[in-house]
Every structure is written in structure tokens, then in C-alpha cells.
T-cell receptor
């Protein structure tokens, strides 16, 4: 099985940088995805790390260290619209398994 | 290209009634996933379907719940004899390729089911 842990809430100031961590315990591991979900909205794919290291997409970056069973999402130049919940997710861990397992999410509040 | 469509967006059912949730994947996507989300919780996988086939239903309760993805028409998640504990948001997602070749899923807006 798979288990992903994230902080439940984070607050940061507009224009600042915030890092949302995700640690995982899995029986097999293929990578880490990140999704954003605004209140009442649909989850939206942000990034996927299949290999160790940093992936950058505009203001958002995601990092993975498989040896540390750890990843994070980095948001730079925070904007008010970035206030949302952010979920890390791990793809299926074994043959015959198709479950994308999600963490419980981190609620980010961006304040002026 | 329209995104993933789900309807209804809100559904109210009394205990014991049936709930039918519909999902039309993005054009060209033949892989559909259903998830359930409780307030302040992450998404819980329920079932993965390809056209006309259930591939993995390990996350779906054995009783009262069923899913289908017919050759023509939307995917349907059916909950029979609903109970209060079924109240949740149900999200459908689709992908153009199977798991293992892509981990990017496109989500619909969800159906909020309330059981009274």
C-alpha cells in the first residue's frame, strides 16, 4: 500500500515563496504528482516527478528525492489566486494496481 | 476541446434511493477514473475503467456501488440504496493513455451528493 503525508495548512504572504512537503511510504514507487484544487473546484494537474531532482514550470517547481522518500512543491511570487489546496499523489505501486493515491492535501492561504 | 463533463453537479437523495452520476471524458480519452472526496480529505480512488471494461474496482465498496463505461455514452457511477455516509463529492477523471504511460489525469467539476 501507499501512504503520503502533507501538512494540513500553510499560510504565506503575497509575493513570498512557500514550500509544501510530501513524505511517502510505499511498497513500490514510481514518482510523485501534484494537483491544485480551489474550494468547490476540480483538481488540476500541476506536475509530475518520475526522477530525482527539480522540475520547473513557471512559478511552480516540484522536487523529488527517492532516497529520502520525500518531495515538495515550491510556489514562488505568491499571488492571492494561489490560495487553494495542494495534493501530492503517487501512481500505482505494483502490477495490476491502477490506484492513484492522494495525500490529504495542504490548504494554502495567501495573505496580503 | 471540452473538458471532462459531469452531471448533475449537485444531487440530493433520500436514504434508500438510487443515485446515478454521469461522466463524459475528454474527447479522445478512453480511460476513466472515479474518486470520492469527503470534506477536508484527499481523493480516494474507487474504480478505473476503459471502454466497456472495468479494469480495477478495488477502491469501490462491494455492495451498492457499481460503475460502467459503455461503448457509447458517458460513464455511470451508480449507488443503490444510498445512506448518509455516501454524502461526498464524486469526481471523475480521464486520461488519453493508460496508467504507467501517463500519470496526468484531467478532472471533471464533480458531483456533490447529499443524502438526507
Amino acid at each position: 500500500g501507499q501512504s503520503l503525508e502533507q501538512p494540513s495548512e500553510v499560510t504565506a504572504v503575497e509575493g513570498a515563496i512557500v514550500q509544501i512537503n510530501c513524505t511517502y511510504q510505499t511498497s513500490g514507487f514510481y514518482g510523485l504528482s501534484w494537483y491544485q484544487q480551489h474550494d468547490g473546484g476540480a483538481p488540476t494537474f500541476l506536475s509530475y516527478n518520475g526522477l530525482d531532482g527539480l522540475e520547473e514550470t513557471g512559478r511552480f517547481s516540484s522536487f523529488l528525492s527517492r532516497s529520502d522518500s520525500y518531495g515538495y512543491l515550491l510556489l514562488q511570487e505568491l499571488q492571492m489566486k494561489d490560495s487553494a489546496s495542494y495534493f501530492c499523489a503517487a501512481p500505482p505501486s505494483g502490477a495490476g494496481s491502477y490506484q492513484l493515491t492522494f495525500g490529504k492535501g495542504t490548504k494554502l492561504s495567501v495573505i496580503p | 476541446n471540452a473538458g471532462v463533463m459531469q452531471n448533475p453537479r449537485h444531487l440530493v437523495r433520500r436514504r434508500g434511493q438510487e443515485a446515478r452520476l454521469r461522466c463524459s471524458p475528454m474527447k479522445g480519452h478512453s480511460h476513466v477514473y472515479w474518486y470520492r472526496q469527503l470534506p477536508e480529505e484527499g481523493l480516494k480512488f474507487m474504480v478505473y475503467l476503459q471502454k466497456e471494461n472495468i479494469i480495477d474496482e478495488s477502491g469501490m465498496p462491494k455492495e451498492r456501488f457499481s460503475a460502467e463505461f459503455p461503448k457509447e455514452g458517458p460513464s455511470i457511477l451508480r449507488i443503490q440504496q444510498v445512506v448518509r455516509g455516501d454524502s461526498a463529492a464524486y469526481f471523475c477523471a480521464s486520461s488519453p493513455r493508460p496508467p504507467g504511460t501517463t500519470y496526468e489525469q484531467y478532472f471533471g467539476p464533480g458531483t456533490r451528493l447529499t443524502v438526507t
